[in-house]
């Protein structure tokens, strides 16, 4: 008999150590499934950082501007010409440049100033104004020229890309109600 106790009692320490190791083991497999959805996590942000990323890179539209358009529709003559008349035309443009910088840093000033009045603030927006519109219609000729050489497909193609994509369709159309 005592044989028979001493049998009935190793199975009872086994029971008690595979109770060990399968509390152990679901403990592991709880880690384990936190740490799969975590890197599911991890990954997709990733996923969508760089869809994000690589939609913004090269997505043409108002968004982009219309230098980088110009230059993701012409040909590579266009593109070289275009390149061309835009250093052009920031090389003529510095003074003008210079002259809005300085305005803008003037209104700047005058905006800090604790003493400044209404009319100083007026004179500096003026400044600003004049300014942007001096250099505005220093480039827009040389960029009208510039779009007129990219030729009629390039130009279609650009004014397809500088309108935005939820307007190409046309006007939503409405339903007209039943009888």
Do not use: C, Y
Not at 15 to 40: D, H, M, N, P, Y
Not at 68 to 96: C, I, K, N, Y
Not at 161 to 175: D, E, I, W
């Amino acid at each position: 008999m005592a044989r028979e106790t001493s049998d009935m009692a190793e199975p009872a320490v086994d029971e008690g150590r595979s109770r060990e190791r399968t509390a152990g083991s679901r403990r592991e497999r709880r880690w384990i499934i936190v740490l799969l959805v975590t890197a599911i996590f991890q990954a997709g942000l990733l996923a969508g950082g760089a869809f994000v990323w690589w939609r913004q890179a090269h997505r043409v539209g108002p968004g982009v501007g219309l230098a980088r358009a110009v230059m993701l529709t012409a040909d590579a003559r266009g593109r070289e010409a275009f390149r061309a008349s835009m250093a052009e035309g920031r090389r003529q443009s510095r003074p003008q440049v210079r002259d809005v910088r300085e305005a803008r840093a003037a209104l700047g000033r005058a905006l800090v100033d604790s003493n400044a009045s209404v009319a100083t603030v007026q004179e500096a927006l003026a400044r600003l104004r004049g300014a942007e519109v001096a250099l505005r219609e220093r480039l827009e000729p040389e960029l009208a020229q510039a779009l007129v050489a990219l030729g009629p497909e390039g130009r279609r193609e650009l004014a397809g890309a500088l309108v935005p994509a939820n307007r190409r369709a046309g006007p939503p159309q409405t339903k007209i109600p039943g009888p």
